[in-house]
């Protein structure tokens, strides 16, 4: 509760200097892109939808873009949310917190929205997390050696990056990852031998109650699970739903839904 309050303190001071304004031309231009996204997909109706997916601030579009159409080509319905004005959760059976960039996406949430996040998962909600999204449920993020603690603290370990040798943000760049067994166990063989797409994305370092899904390639830990309350929470440090070129007119990878829903486990 007091790792809480002093998260509400801080967005509340940022909240009062009108951060939004004060965000880099890129992420108001894809501040924009979420907002006329979130738009068009409300005159759709997503009443039907078991999946969250947020947009908003910091949330790469692209992205959560790739997210939905993969998913929705697998017959898996989703709502695309406004990260900073959530809905009652309660309805979906799982959430994802795209890549992106992981303090907007901070202040996009905000205090309310962290709350909501936390008690949608404590109440039996599964929730995942990729790259930017893996550092925002995690307590502690350590980047570029320098610790920040976090509120959400789904994940009660740190989450590091960038991986020595892989490429750093802006730069992206294919990896080969590697599956301990509880990843072959999910339903993720085949992954191993696909090229997924990173840009100073976490490993996972310590926590509670962790299960390795995925490792890099120098052993440290890419993907991990654990519980948190009646729910679950997978975090993922690199992106299995963007093409290898990142050409932002093409498609999600073929297939990769089918990972997508062996980790949100629904």
Known sequence: MRRLLVWFLLVTAAAAQNWESQLSPYEQQN????????????????????????????????????????????????????????????RFSALILPGGYAPVEYYGLGWSGCLKV????NKGGHVLGICAGGYLISRTVRYQSVNYPYPLALYDGTAEGPVAGLPVYPNYGPIQISLTGAGRELG????????????????????????????YGD??????????GKGRVVAVGAHMECPADLDEKAEPPAGCEKYLLKLLDI
């Open 219 to 228: 052993g440290t830990a890419a993907a991990i699970s654990r519980p948190y």
């Open 118 to 121: 936390a008690d949608f998962t």
């Open 188 to 215: 993720l063989a085949g992954l191993e031998k696909r090229s997924l797409i990173y840009g100073s994305g976490p490993r996972f370092v310590g926590g509670s109650n962790v299960t390795v899904l995925m490792n």
């Open 31 to 90: 501040l924009q892109k979420n907002r006329a996204w979130i738009a068009e997909r409300q005159t759709q109706g997503e009443a039907q939808a078991r999946v969250g997916v947020l947009a908003g601030a910091g949330v790469w579009n692209y992205g959560a873009r790739c997210l939905v159409t993969a998913l929705e080509r697998s017959g898996t319905a989703c709502q695309v949310l406004d990260s900073s004005n959530l809905p009652p959760l309660n």
